[in-house]
């Protein structure tokens, strides 16, 4: 069907070894699609829906594994790409993986590189075998191809590998949305045809951009392939939160009740309520962190310009409600302080801030989707945080 | 006599409180002049000979207060001109000083702002009154006298506050070393006046340069005045490394065996175990923590910068023989690649190794004068570490 001449003949293997990751469905919400699961893996149970904390480099920028548990962090994903490009796959094979180079006892989801070769400026070419590109550290060129993306992964040991994708942008035409779906679709086979570990989940990525014909037509060819899960790929790209939206409802309903589903890159936590709400298990973003080295810091009365003169005068907690290490600790106006000066205990305090507010968020509407309650408790949160918005933007 | 007319009449207190700190003397090595003592402060005791961390802007810089008493950090060092630029002493009047706002439980010994006056570019001009200058932060004028910088080491609240000092570099005219010594020591007794907490200590700091007769009049004059402790200021400001060990010896000697010795801004481990053996008790010194920002670390084996390529392929510790909690975690080759990155968990891994590194050293020299064996101790440091750094230029 998809495989064109001249391309070597790809197959899904004959005998599918089981899942290397379970995934236990637990409580639905009655008014919603939002539902609790447990993913099973061999490094330990990830009760879902979860976000997953992105630790780029082989470390969450500024923060210890031993910081992370304290968090009780349950999941990092790592980026290949750049780890391909420094410190390279050799030394991973050498150490025994990614677990044992930054010490990090719980799992681990590797993205394949895809999004990095589509998002990062710079000299690349994108053909049916792959990407091949220049280093943006020494100058080498590298091809990153399904295969390759595999291979690195395997060398990572990632509980999760991702299948490598083609994106583009959300304003594409509709024949450019389709042709690098299709090519997805052909990547997705190679990358399961080029897993050798079967201890190594493989989740595939369902593209299609904002056309749901497209959206439908991916979900229904990927998920007839033994992948451990899939993924909504292509949104956050150029999209609106409409647009966002609309697609990750359609997106969730094409995906099978058995398996995770992981929406990639998503997002903010109006767009975590919303797509829990959808039915994702699975979220990752950078903003928690990105936000926290710029000092902006999420509150339960809205966003805090850490950085602000007001909060010089501050010397109550960060957040009065939050029961995280830095609001327990310290005041307002020394994070402000710490920012004025340069100084990086202020971005390390508030990634400790930030990402205990995104798990506590998690957390929390777990336990309502537990109690049956997901749409009450996600309506008054986003109501709460429009309001603190509001109130921001006309302060 | 160094009264200058036109100057306010200075005078001592007529009826002096008791030390707010008490000094107790311990074991005293019988082949050198090194000594054991213990510091007795409100917040708690420190065994002395010391090394003060230093905390510039009310942060060790990437490190919480937990990070440190993990290291078990006895006494931080903090600047006062540093802190009166930013964030000023209104806010430390307001949440009741530096311990309360950067959390810190043990003591805290404050500089003057005389070092920084001296030795930071820009525009400034001293006289009989104190410095004028202008901050590097909002353009805004400062007058820094022996008064005021009390008033705001008084708002700090340390445990000891040093007198402010005017400090000229080694390489100067004796006329100008004799000058500067002598407006010390009259700022010196303002600073006794200013004094209105008897709760703070406060030291006094020995000037003179590389003069021996000027050091000898300088002790000779601050020891008649009831100061808690005596410094030794102008060092490591252009002189060699004999010039230092020399004025060291001989500053240590004019001293009175009853108070601590503190021999500022000093050094580097050989600069410690020298000083160490002539009776020096207190130490403070930037080079463990700027060392690590800069990638260099201090090991059993002598300096490793940690960004050169041959560390790339180490997976065993950074020092097989530290105990320290990056040693103990993290492999050599995982540093490497956070420098690499330029991620700040390196820095902040490494300042833990190098403060450790120090505070160890400091620990097995007062074992050694503990046990009456310091000589052999400081000598086999001493040739281990110039062994390393001679095999480090030959390699």
């Keep these: 069907m998809l495989y064109p001449l001249g391309l070597r003949r790809l197959e899904t293997p004959d005998s599918v070894p089981a899942s290397p990751l379970r995934f236990v469905r637990g409580a639905r919400d009655p008014g919603s699609r939002a539902r609790r699961g447990t993913l099973l893996t061999s490094r330990g149970a990830i009760e879902t829906p979860v976000f997953m904390t992105v630790g780029t480099r082989a470390t969450v920028t500024g923060l210890t594994p031993d910081d992370l548990l304290a968090l009780d962090v349950p999941i990092l994903l790592a980026n290949t790409y750049h780890l391909l490009l420094r410190p390279g796959p050799e030394l991973f094979r050498r150490v025994g993986g990614l677990h044992a180079f930054m010490r990090w006892p719980r799992p681990v989801l590797t993205d394949s590189g895809g999004y990095q070769i589509f998002s990062l400026p710079g000299d690349r ?14 100058g080498r060129i590298y091809h990153l191809t399904p295969e390759t993306s595999i291979d690195m992964q395997a060398a990572l040991g990632s509980d999760i590998m991702m299948a490598l994708d083609e994106c583009v942008p959300s304003t594409s035409q509709e024949d450019a949305v389709r042709a690098a779906m299709e090519r997805t679709h052909r990547w997705a086979l190679r990358s399961l045809a080029a897993r050798k570990n079967p201890a190594q989940a493989l989740f595939a990525i369902v593209q299609g951009g904002l056309v749901p014909a497209l959206r439908r037509q991916s979900a229904g060819f990927l998920t007839d392939h033994p992948f451990d899960g899939f993924a909504i790929g292509g949104l956050a790209v150029g999209d609106t939160r409409a647009e966002r939206e609309e697609i990750t409802g359609l997106a969730v309903e094409l995906l099978p009740e058995a398996t995770p589903r992981y929406l990639m890159g998503v997002g903010t936590p109006p767009d975590l309520l919303y797509a829990i709400g959808c039915g994702v298990d699975m979220f990752d973003c950078v903003i928690p962190t990105h936000l926290a080295w710029q000092g902006t810091a999420f ?70 989707i537990d109690a049956g309650v997901y749409v009450r408790f996600a309506r008054e949160r986003l109501s709460e945080i429009d309001h603190h918005e509001h109130a921001a933007v006309s302060a």
């Design 125 to 138: 070419t994108i053909n049916e075998s792959g990407a091949r590109f220049r280093s943006y550290i020494d």
């Design 299 to 368: 509150t339960s009365t809205g966003r805090v310009r850490v950085t602000r003169g007001a909060n010089a005068a501050v010397d109550g907690a960060l957040d009065a409600r939050c029961a995280c290490a830095t609001c327990r600790t310290f005041s307002r106006s020394y994070l402000h302080h710490l920012f004025k000066c340069s100084e990086p205990l202020g971005p390390r305090l508030l990634s400790v801030h930030n990402l205990h507010y995104y798990l506590e968020l998690m957390r929390q509407a777990r336990a309502a």
